[in-house]
Nanobody
Framework: QLQLVESGGGLVQPGGSLRLSCAAS????????IAWIRQAPGKEREGVSC???????NYLKAVQGRFTIYRDYAENTMWLQMDNLKPEDSAIYYC?????????????????????????WGQGTQVTVSP
């Protein structure tokens, strides 16, 4: 069974940092495309990053230079390092996985996100950026 578990969220002041983790079981992260998606109350889900099975990552323009993806192959975990956080980054953050044999997700990620389905989707972790 494919499973993703996020952790690492919390309350942080503007300018602070958090590191979210996405731990996979039932499959290896480096064989799937992995996305981070966030959703704030009353808003549509927003794609934060998309990493393909080769490790190439694209970022939402609003987080470029502030957010960085790391992968720990031994732990089968992906990390989202978030620096210089802003109040508008507040949301529930999810990681999601797609088998590239079914869909080459990253090239169409932002375009198709509103209707995209995933092979695995975590439970989410809350990030709140507030003074």
């Amino acid at each position: 069974q494919l499973q993703l578990v996020e952790s690492g969220g919390g309350l942080v002041q503007p300018g602070g940092s958090l590191r979210l983790s996405c731990a996979a079981s039932g499959f290896t992260l480096d064989s799937y495309s992995i996305a981070w998606i966030r959703q704030a109350p009353g808003k549509e889900r927003e794609g934060v990053s998309c990493t393909n099975q080769f490790g190439s990552t694209n970022y939402l323009k609003a987080v470029q230079g502030r957010f960085t993806i790391y992968r720990d192959y031994a732990e089968n975990t992906m990390w989202l390092q978030m620096d210089n956080l802003k109040p508008e980054d507040s949301a529930i953050y999810y990681c999601a996985a797609t088998n590239p044999e079914r869909l080459d997700m990253c090239p169409v990620f932002w375009e198709r996100l509103p209707t995209m389905t995933f092979d695995s989707w975590g439970q989410g972790t809350q990030v709140t950026v507030s003074p």
